[in-house]
């Protein structure tokens, strides 16, 4: 069976030379050498490209999960939210989170079998 999103490039894993002696020294350097406001969104853009450099479109979808639970969060820690909102604001954001995973986990064996 196809793969639903075939990969654009090689995948990068932990172990392979490319993540090794590339892109690990290069984020390093990235990491350490922005400034300490800085250094939070320098990981997060190091982390958005080592995650979409399989597939780029996987970027979007972290982007997505990120911005949801962003939003989650804010939530969650709003002065004068009830303990309601905060317990659905923690709720989609893992309902929304197990079902990216669900998707990703489940659709080619559903479609395979039915």
């Known amino acids: 069976m196809r793969a639903h999103f075939p990969p ?7 172990s392979s030379h ?3 002696f ?3 020294p290069l ?10 406001a800085l250094k ?3 990981l997060t853009l190091v982390s958005y490209v080592f995650y979409g450099w399989w597939n780029p479109w996987f970027t979007l979808l972290m982007l997505g999960s990120t911005v949801i ?14 303990q309601k909102q905060r317990k659905t604001g923690m709720v989609l954001s893992v309902v ?3 079902s990216i ?9 559903l479609a395979g079998n039915v």
């Open 8 to 14: 654009l490039a090689s995948a990068v894993v932990f």
């Open 18 to 20: 490319i993540f090794i």
């Open 22 to 24: 590339y892109f690990l």
């Open 27 to 36: 984020a390093l350097l990235l990491y350490y050498g922005a400034p300490r």
């Open 40 to 42: 939070h969104l320098m």
């Open 69 to 82: 639970d962003y939003v989650c969060g804010k939530i969650i820690c709003a002065e004068g939210a009830t």
């Open 96 to 98: 929304s989170n197990l």
């Open 101 to 109: 995973l669900a998707f990703f986990k489940y659709t080619t064996f």
